[in-house]
């Protein structure tokens, strides 16, 4: 199982964005500071500005959401998720690209984490 950490602006926001549109569930609740959730093989911890992951570092550099490592979706149907996804608000970084495993796009969580959307050849 994979583990990923999203720091996020607002936990319960992120919540309902993950469930909503990508399938996650909820696993377990720590307050307003942090939600674990899953999806197959995968946790995501989402870590609010509360949790002690968002604890300035040595250097004074302080954890934010953003930047652009991220986890990848797998899709059936990813034009009709994205316009979904767009009708309702959600940001993207790009558009549909096509390569040769198939096409992807970048989404962003309300807090702007990427999430990339796969559909396979």
């Known amino acids: 199982m994979a583990t990923v950490r999203y720091m996020v602006k607002d936990v319960e926001t992120a919540v309902t964005f993950y469930t909503r549109f990508l399938g996650f569930e909820v696993i377990e609740r720590w307050g307003s500071a942090i939600t674990i959730m899953g999806k197959g093989d995968l946790q995501l911890w989402l870590s609010g500005p509360e949790t002690s992951a968002a604890r300035p570092m040595p250097d004074g550099r302080q954890p934010e959401p953003g930047g652009w490592n991220r986890f990848v979706i797998e899709v059936e149907d990813l034009p009709a998720l ?3 996804m767009k009708q309702d608000g959600v940001s993207f970084r790009n558009d549909i690209i096509s390569g040769p495993g198939g096409q992807q796009i970048l989404a962003e969580d309300p807090s702007g984490n990427p999430i ?6």
């Open 82 to 84: 994205v316009a979904q």
């Open 116 to 121: 990339e959307l796969f559909a396979p050849r």
